[in-house]
């Protein structure tokens, strides 16, 4: 059975940080390229960070550009985002997904973990 369980969220300040987790069993990790999305309160998911199924390569938001960072330990199964200089625009539930492109797209997703920026 494929899971993919997030942890690590929270409440924080402006300025502040938070490292995401999201831990993969059920599947073949290391096959698979990561994402983390985030989805705010009456706005569409939106893809944050990716990176490919050997880690080699990272892209980004541009909005979150230099304040965050994915990676992930094939090893262990798990994929992290730091996420530092968090704002409050950066509140949102984040979700864990998991993609690789064979005869169809096979992707999978986190039940989500809630970041809340506030003073």
């Known amino acids: 059975q494929v899971q993919l369980v997030e942890s690590g969220g929270g409440l924080v300040q402006p300025g502040g940080s938070l490292r995401l987790s999201c831990a993969a069993s059920?599947?073949?990790?290391?096959?698979?390229?990561m994402n983390w999305y985030r989805q705010a309160p009456g706005k569409e998911r939106e893809l944050v960070a990716a990176?490919?199924?050997?880690?080699?390569?990272?892209n980004y938001a541009d909005s979150v550009k230099g304040r965050f960072t994915i990676s992930r330990d094939n090893a262990k199964n798990t994929v992290h985002l730091q996420m530092n200089s968090l704002k409050p625009e950066d509140t949102a539930v984040y979700y864990c997904?998991?993609?690789?492109?064979?005869?169809?797209?096979?992707?999978?997703w986190g039940q989500g973990t809630q970041v809340t920026v506030s003073s």
């Open positions: 059920g599947f073949t990790f290391s096959s698979y390229a």
């Open positions: 990176i490919t199924s050997a880690g080699g390569s990272t």
């Open positions: 997904n998991a993609a690789r492109v064979g005869v169809r797209l096979y992707t999978y």
